[in-house]
Every structure is written in C-alpha cells, then in structure tokens.
C-alpha cells in the first residue's frame, strides 16, 4: 500500500486531481472531511473548541456554529493560533488513523491542503502537489467555486507560497492547463507509480523472496 499526500493552494484543483485518482482506484482520506467529522457533535474536537471559545460558539441544538467560531477565530490572530493548536493535531491523529485503516488499498490519497504547512509530509509516502499560478488560483476560486474574493486572498495570505509548495513536491501536477491536460497526466503519475511498485498493482521483474 502507498500512501499519497495530495496538496495545493485554494482552487488550485486538488478536488478535481482526488477524483481522477477515484476513478483510477485510489481510496481517499478528505482532511476536510475530517475537521467537518471532528465537530460534529460528540467529535473529539467540539468539548476543545467549547472550553477554548466558550458556549457561544454553540447553537441551540448543541450543534457547531461555524460563523461564530470563524468570527471569533479569524478576527485575532492569537484566536487563529488557538484554533489551529486544537484542530491541526487531531486532524492529523485521525488521519493516520484513517490511513492505516485500508491495508486492503493500493493506493490511499491523503488530500489535505495545508500538508506542507501543518508538517503532517511523514504521514504520505510521496508529497503530489497541484501547481497553478496565484491568478489562476483566485480566478478559479471566486468565478468558478463562487468563493468571495476577500475571504479567497486571506486564505491564500495563511497558505505556503507557491515556491514553499513546490519545494515540497516530489511530483508536480501543472493544472494551469485545460482539463485534458491534467488528466494526462494524472495518467502518468498513475502509471509511474505502477511501473515503481507503489501503485496498484505489482512491479515488474521484481524477484519472487
Ligand atoms: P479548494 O481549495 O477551494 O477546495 P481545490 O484545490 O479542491 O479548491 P477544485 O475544486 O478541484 O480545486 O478546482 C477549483 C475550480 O476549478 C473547480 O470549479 C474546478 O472544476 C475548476 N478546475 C479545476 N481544474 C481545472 C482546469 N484544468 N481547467 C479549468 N477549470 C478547472
């Protein structure tokens, strides 16, 4: 089994590279997915979140109200830390977690967009990294996600750079292309990591023992 950490900017594509991996038989682990869980009610990081931030943060029901915890968060950057120091570990916990869950898989893909910002590389066997340049990214993110503008470029502000990504890449995907571009060479990343023996199936003229 081999484990891949796939990364990027906002709008980058890591989404669209995490379901050409899908469809080629590759499990996915969703960092997002995961802090979406851990706050659920009854997650382990809600009791954190309510000592930390206090009870208001809470709705009625006892559920989560994420625009209170992103008032309260994002408008101090000691808050920011805060919730950061509760999240990035459990996160991370439960993503080891869900990684070793499927021996059974070829290939796990760990999409999580601030892997080389959260140190969590040591997780993944080999760091993909989905690269398009900052104007692509916000254009995407706002005319195609129909994320705000404002809120797009103060998430970029607290990601890697683009180079600090990069550095981090033992394989870069260009998505800055047209579609088929990227699938191409999602293609060509499927079949290396064949041909090398960490995909799905087993190398080639390897010595039986
Ligand atoms: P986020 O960080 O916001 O979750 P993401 O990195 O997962 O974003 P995607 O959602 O995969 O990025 O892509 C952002 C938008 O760009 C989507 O609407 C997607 O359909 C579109 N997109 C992705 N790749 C391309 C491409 N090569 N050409 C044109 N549009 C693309």
């Given at each position: 089994m081999a484990r891949i950490g796939l990364t990027g900017g906002i709008g980058s594509g890591k989404t669209t590279v995490a379901a050409l991996l899908a469809d080629r038989g590759a499990v996915i682990v969703d960092a997002d997915q995961i802090a979406r869980d851990l706050v659920e009610p009854g997650g382990t990081a809600l009791g954190e979140l309510v000592t930390e931030?206090?009870?208001?943060?809470?709705q009625a029901d006892g559920s989560l109200s994420r625009g209170e915890l992103a008032r309260m968060a994002f408008g101090d950057p000691r808050a920011t830390e805060r919730l950061n120091e509760i999240m990035h570990p459990l996160i991370r916990a439960e993503a080891a977690r869900r990684l070793a869950e499927r021996p059974d898989a070829a290939l796990v893909v760990y999409d999580m967009p601030l892997l080389v910002e959260t140190g969590q590389r040591d997780l993944v066997d080999l760091v993909v990294v989905v690269d398009v340049p900052e104007d692509v990214q916000v254009d995407r993110a706002v005319?195609?996600?129909?994320?705000?503008a404002a809120d797009v470029s103060r998430r970029m502000a607290v990601q890697a750079t683009r180079e600090e990504r990069l550095a981090a890449a033992d394989v870069v995907i260009d998505?800055?292309?047209d579609p088929a571009d990227t699938v191409r060479q999602v293609d060509e990343l499927w079949q290396e990591l064949v041909v090398y023996g960490l995909g799905p199936s087993d190398p080639p003229n390897t010595v039986p023992g």
């Open positions: 931030f206090g009870p208001r943060i809470l005319r195609l996600r129909g994320l705000d998505n800055a292309g």
